[in-house]
Nanobody
């Protein structure tokens, strides 16, 4: 699966952004999809994932603010981010996993998009 993330930008604290991830390939619906992020000089961290059957996992930092969804017909995954904080500043990556469960660990994902930068600053 090839992935292309988009929708990043610069926003002020409290504002919202929606990230999109466009996928190509015939097997999209069988993959769990995840969003990860990496801030400067930090390790990549899990944000949210959605399994092939729609089950969702979210990081504690994302719960109540970030919402992941997928549209299998369009081969798209979205991350709606609300009430953004400066600590959400990072490059956000979408990824497709191996087994469809949408797990937390990045090692479970085999295909990665190129990343889209989100900057939250006043």
């Amino acid at each position: 699966v090839q992935l292309q993330a988009s929708g990043g930008g610069t926003v002020q604290p409290g504002e919202s952004l929606r990230l999109s991830c466009a996928a190509s390939g015939r097997t999209f619906s069988s993959h769990g999809m995840g969003w990860f992020r990496q801030a400067p000089e930090t390790e990549r961290e899990f944000v949210a994932a959605i399994g092939r059957y729609g089950d969702i996992r979210s990081a504690d930092s994302a719960k109540g603010r970030f919402f992941i969804s997928r549209d299998n017909a369009k081969k798209m995954v979205y991350l709606q981010m609300n009430s953004l904080k400066p600590e959400d500043t990072a490059v956000y990556y979408c990824a497709a996993d191996r087994d469809g469960f949408g797990r937390v660990a990045g090692t479970e994902y085999e295909d990665w998009g190129q990343g889209t930068l989100v900057t939250v600053s006043s």
